[in-house]
């Protein structure tokens, strides 16, 4: 008897002798045969072809059984890995179960991964061998095998075959090949709000699903484009963005949950910037071709110089007057546009706004107003053929202060200003704000070495100034300055009667006791202060009175409140009494009309007080109002147009500036108006004994 076992057949092998004659039959008997002993039958004939009886048993007594083999069924190899049980890792455990379908002689031996593993009983017939893996094991799908003794106690094995999916054993942590990080913006190596950050990498093997990590302080959850390429993206905010690169740290896990080492860098240099930070212009100016360059009539060019603190994605989009122009580079960020001043452009302020953005297309802030307090105002109404020229004598007090090693005065006090210089620029400025209708020239300038009398005969010397100066002792009360006696030291009573001079200017310290404008002469009025009455100089004259320790502005200062005092000498007090209706108004209180005293009707202000002011000298107010101060460069035409101003529109609290900007404004056109008043109101504030509203 021959048998085999898993899947051979049986193999039968029959002899018999016939009347001396031998012969054999082999039968293949399949696996699946009956057990027990096999039954055979041998039917033959004879030699003359009669049927003898059948054979069915042996001679010898031998004969075949066929026993049952025992087999195992539901193998399995399992790993505990959490993440993928068709996968383990050095530290994995790896179990091989099975069960026998009747006992076996002895325990069974397993081998996994090439190495003998413990075998434990896990019920009837059933067993569990199990290993943990180590990073001497070899990679790949990981091999078994079970020996085991059959019922008759042959060795009997199997190998590799299971029930379910093998197990592939990894231990080399995954690494990323290639990162690349870009933004969705023009400049792909910058980042704005709005725009989409994608980070793309190639592993060097397929990747745990849902890895998600921080990119750009946001969690993401990358997306496969293949086995091992993927992609990273976020949205980018406000609250995403800090100056500087995006950051990203990729943690990353292989399917058998090596970890690799986590990336924060590309491999191709490639980086994010988020840009955080808006353009701006660091420097603006505009200017006029004009002899005067704050002013521009048709046929001038305005020019806008400007400069950016980035690098522009292109070229900024410039308007001036309301025209758009086409700017030039000039230089590292820097710029240049330029218009020609035409019949019909808007009179006044000549606006422009300049709009750009960086090369990350953030956009910086509209830009209307200069960094330089320049500006440029639109006023071609033609300036007087042969204005007059006042002629002005300068009385200096500067004294020469011995004890500080002969130091003039005006060098020791706050400003320390030269009052030439000064008086040079305070010049100048009336002659353009005026349309070179207040055109002084200085005929004499006297330096004093000496302190000006006061009313009670108090003159100060350099040791009592300078006690005072040093806060040592207190200053002299009263502190009201003899204007008698200056005038009578000076002969200056005589030299208006003369037609040597039209006016005075003092310069002083502080304490000196003077008043900011003086009106003298047989009719003088109220000037800023109450008029000298004196009848030698047969016409009324202005004192000005200028302190060297502050500046320009406060010149200009003391200049606008007398004109204030003249124009309401000429139509009477503007904003006296609550506001009436428009009709109602004369033209001075139309013109220094303002928000804060009659809302929504705001025009050109006062002094003190810009069309947005919510208090006295509140110049530097970003408070928007409508205003139709513009409106005056068309005077006596005026059409009611307005627009919104804030402080931008005179200097941004620029004392001078704004003080220009007002004076600029005050009307000189030719004529006489419906009113029977002068339509140049310069007349009345610089040739006041010219007419008779003011003499």
Not at 21 to 27: G, I, K, N, R, V
Not at 128 to 144: C, L, Q, R
Request: proline share 6%; net charge negative; with cysteine.
């Amino acid at each position: 008897m021959i048998k085999n076992f898993f899947g051979a057949a049986f193999i039968f092998i029959f002899i018999f002798i016939f009347s001396g004659l031998s012969y054999s039959q082999t039968l293949y008997q399949p696996m699946n045969s009956k057990t027990g002993t096999q039954n055979f039958e041998i039917a033959y004939l004879d030699e003359s072809g009669g049927a003898r009886n059948p054979v069915n048993s042996t001679t010898c007594a031998s004969a075949v059984s066929v026993l049952k083999d025992i087999t195992l069924t539901g193998i399995s190899i399992v790993s505990n890995n959490a993440i993928n049980h068709s996968y383990a890792m050095p530290g994995s455990l790896v179990s091989v179960s099975f069960k026998a379908v009747g006992p076996l002689t002895g325990a069974p031996s397993v081998t996994i991964a090439g190495k003998p593993s413990p075998v434990s009983s896990s019920g009837t017939n059933a067993y569990t061998a199990s290993k943990i893996m180590d990073s001497t094991d070899a990679e790949g799908v990981i091999p078994f095998s079970i020996i085991y003794k059959n019922s008759t106690g042959q060795d009997c094995t199997r190998s590799d075959i299971t029930s379910g999916a093998p197990v592939k054993f990894d231990k080399t942590p995954p690494a990323l090949t290639y990162v690349s990080l870009a933004s969705s913006n023009i400049d792909p190596s910058a980042a704005i709000a709005g725009d989409v950050l994608t980070l793309s990498y190639v592993s060097s093997e397929p990747l745990r699903p849902n890895h998600g990590f921080a990119l750009a302080g946001n969690f993401v959850i990358p997306y496969t484009a293949g086995s091992v390429n993927y992609f990273a993206e976020c949205i980018l905010d406000f609250n995403d963005i800090r100056a500087g690169n995006a950051g990203f740290s990729i943690e990353f896990y292989d399917l058998a949950g090596n970890r690799g080492a986590d990336v924060i860098s590309t491999t191709d240099a490639t980086a994010v910037t988020f840009d955080t930070s808006r353009p701006a212009m660091k420097y603006v100016s505009v200017s006029s071709s004009n002899t005067a360059s704050d002013r521009a009539v048709t046929g001038d060019t305005v020019t806008l110089k400007f400069a950016s603190t980035k690098t522009l994605n292109a070229m900024p989009a410039v308007t001036i007057a309301g025209r758009s122009v086409e700017p030039a580079a000039a230089g590292c960020n820097e710029y240049r546009a330029s218009y020609v001043m035409a019949p019909g452009d808007a009179r006044g302020r000549v606006l422009f706004t300049i709009d750009y953005a960086d090369t990350a297309g953030l956009a910086g802030n509209r830009v209307t107003a200069s960094t330089d307090l320049t500006s440029v105002t639109f006023d071609d109404t033609p300036p007087p053929a042969n204005p007059k020229i006042f002629k002005v004598l300068v009385i200096n007090y500067d004294p020469i202060v011995e004890s500080e090693g002969g130091a003039r005065l005006h060098t020791l006090c706050e400003g320390r200003n030269d009052p030439r210089p000064m008086a040079e620029q305070y010049i100048n400025d009336l002659k353009n704000c005026s349309n070179r209708n207040a055109k002084y020239r200085i005929v004499e300038w006297l330096d004093i070495d000496e302190y000006p009398v006061k009313k009670d005969g108090f003159r100060y010397t350099d040791e009592t100034f300078m006690a005072c100066l040093r806060g040592q002792a207190p200053w002299h009360e009263p502190s009201a300055l003899d204007y008698a006696a200056v005038i009578k030291d000076f002969n200056i009573a005589w030299r208006i009667k003369s037609g040597e001079i039209d006016e005075v200017i003092l310069f002083g310290a502080h304490w000196f006791g003077a008043y900011e404008s003086q009106m003298a002469g047989p009719t003088a009025y109220w000037c800023n202060s109450p008029p000298i009455t004196i009848e030698e100089p047969g016409k009324n004259f202005v004192i000005m009175w200028f302190n060297y320790g502050r500046g320009i502005g406060e010149m200009l200062e003391n200049y606008c409140h007398r004109a204030e005092s003249i124009m309401d000498r000429v139509y009477g007090r503007a904003q006296a009494g609550p506001p009436q209706p428009w009709e109602k108004l004369n033209n001075w209180q139309k013109f220094t009309n303002y928000d804060r005293y009659d809302p929504g009707r705001a025009s050109a202000g006062s002094c003190h007080w810009a069309p947005n002011s919510l208090r006295d000298y509140d110049w530097g107010n970003s408070r928007p109002v409508f205003s139709t101060c513009d409106d005056w460069f068309n005077w006596p035409n005026l059409t009611g147009a307005g627009r919104i101003v804030t402080c931008d529109d005179w200097g941004g609290g620029d004392m001078r500036e704004h003080h220009k900007w007002w004076l600029k404004r005050i009307p000189h056109a030719e004529g006489v108006n419906a009113d029977g008043k002068q339509n140049n109101w310069w007349k009345y504030i610089a040739d006041f004994n010219a007419y008779p509203e003011t003499r």
